[in-house]
């Protein structure tokens, strides 16, 4: 029985990872937890500090506070008849997904739900987030992805791509 379910946020504006726990939330009567975690150091920060750019700590501390905002603001509209939190942790020396696998066991969240994410051809030596919280807790995760657009939303979807096509095709023969 699935009584807390954590869910892994990030900065994408995309809420598919966010919207799948709520209705798995409302499914099995659970409590949910988003957690964001940040890195306060970024390497993209260290560069900004060295070319002169001294608010780039007050950037990732805004973009914290955006992220948590937005979770709240997503359950207000759509989750507002389950138990919900949004908190962000900051990442301290492990990976993201060492630090989502122990905030999992401390809370005792029975079912981690995370984005599908992005490969790498680059780093093929790293492993998916999923994999690196499975195996440090033991616990099931759910590896959330878009949705297909349907309807109106795969028209314009498709429209645009057919455009983009035919402006490559003109752009190649010209």
Request: glycine share 6%; proline share 3%.
């Amino acid at each position: 029985m699935i009584r807390h379910i954590l869910v892994a946020v990030s900065a994408s504006t995309n809420d598919a990872v966010l919207k799948t726990a709520i209705d798995k939330t409302r499914d099995t009567g659970a409590r949910l937890t988003a957690v964001y975690v940040v890195d306060t150091m970024p390497w993209w920060a260290m560069m900004g500090a060295e070319h002169g750019c001294i608010d780039t700590p007050q950037m990732v501390h805004e973009l914290e506070r955006v992220v948590e905002r937005r979770c709240n603001d997503t359950f207000d509209c759509e989750a507002w008849d389950i138990q919900t939190r949004a908190i962000t942790v900051p990442l301290r020396g492990h990976s993201v997904g060492r630090e989502i696998a122990n905030l999992a066991v401390q809370l005792g969240a029975d079912l981690i739900v995370v984005g599908a994410g992005r490969g790498s051809k680059w780093k093929f030596w790293e492993e998916r987030m999923s994999d690196v919280i499975g195996r440090c807790t033991r616990r099931t995760v759910l590896i959330a992805t878009d949705p297909q657009p349907s309807g109106r939303e795969h028209d314009c979807a498709t429209a645009r791509a057919d455009a983009r096509r035919a402006g490559a095709a003109h752009a190649n023969v010209v």
